[in-house]
């Protein structure tokens, strides 16, 4: 059998997958973060949740309304980024003219209410969402076996951070949003209605989040507080990579996925830790984040 | 809508007519009252420029008629229109182009994108060819990021970009601040250009020398008020007494 470094190949390129698939997962998540940072200045602390009201929204849509995968794929990003639209006219907007902190306090107590209200109401054990039948099974490479949900969740993740990265850097409405982080006031002046681009771009994040929700919601146990735990790695990786840089947040994500992946292989005590440790180093070398501008 | 829409443009076509009139503006950042009840009028293709020593309300003025300064009262009427009570975003949509005095380049977009930032307000813009044709530079830095340009450069792109849109009536604030002498003498050829293509202007200016022969008119503020309106045919009379009020 082949080895690497004393390991398995079969088991290091599994361990390869899995750390690929949470940095999909962390990539995701950061750059929601990164796109909602980018114009409102809000560290927006409810994106776990929210990631979590995804999967949430698309095992309640299978269990009571028949909803299938598919529907909940592209059903779910759209409400639970409308609920976000909301939160973002009525609450957000109120505060944002107070020093961002208080978006951040905000948001976190937004997220402590939708943890808790579906705690109150389905308890913290997670339930399973099924593997939609058109993805069971998978391939065998035959250095590793490749489910083919895993695959697709690669695939679907990268393609949504791809697509979003060529909106905003390639795009005009990708320009307005840029020009809009820049200098808001002169883009009204130019008559582009900055309001609702920030309450549009929010929604989006949110969008973002609720997606990898569904995506995860087959893979992971089904939780109230799925979104609490992951959300910590995924500020670490948003610190790592630079707040607001739209190709960081993906880059870093994917890079730290497998860190954490190479890690479990050979050393596994620190799995849960290598995320942290690096950004230590990065915050203490480059204290705006591998692809952060320096100001 | 519609038909008010087309009185609207009646009116803004024929020449000599009044396009804004800005009447006891009084304007405030926060607890500080900047303009303290400005009145002036600007006609349908005239350039008009905003003369005083700094601080006397010149800039706060052109922010003032696009609402991004604090509280407003008085009256704005652009094309007969109230504005006073108007979103931001709402007031370039009536053909205004604005350039900010620090220019307002975005480093996060190169020179092209920049220059068609600026959504459309009104049919009749220039096309992008005849902006590169008044403005051959840009044509040649098109894919540098916008803040890599000179500080010319960058003036002309700020200009570039709203000549694009169709804003009818220009708000121009310090366009040749710190810039050489031959780029002032291009910017100078371009507000000729401007105003031979119909366009009406306002324009805040600290170089004199540069505003004198293209004005039709010479509004000199102080102390967040016109104090004194000079027309171009008065001023070879009134050149010393201009001088005594600029303090130059």
New interface residues.
Partial sequence: MTMIFGVPLAVFMGQLMLGLINGAFYALLSLGLAVIFGLLKIVNFAHGAQYMLGAFAALLGLQYLGLDYWVALLLVPLVVGGLGMLIERFILRRIAHLDHLYGLLLTFGLALIFEGSLINLFGVSGSSYPTPAALQGGVNLGFMFLPTYRAWVLVAALGVCLATWFIIERTRLGAYLRAGTENPALMQAFGVNVPQLITLTYGFGVALAAFAGVLAAPLYPVSPTMGSSLLIVVFAVVVIGGMGSILGAIVTGLAMGLIEGLTKVYYPEAANTVIFLVMVVVLMLRPAGLFGKET | MSDAAEVFTDYQERDGAELLRVSDLHAFYGESHILHGVDFDVKRGELVTLLGRNGAGRSTTLKAI?N?VGRRTGSIMINGAETLGM???????LGIG?C?EER?I????DVE?NL????T?RSGGMSIDEIYAMFPNLLERRRSQGTRLSGGEQQMLAMAR?LR?GARLLLLDEITEGLAPVIVQALGEVLVKLKERGMTIVLVEQNFRFAAPLADRHLVMEHGRIIEEIAAAELPSRRDHLNTLLGV
């Fill in positions: 696009m991004m979103k931001p975003h709402r007031i370039p949509r604005y900010p307002g975005f480093s996060s977009l994108e068609l930032l600026p959504p307000v709203i849109t």
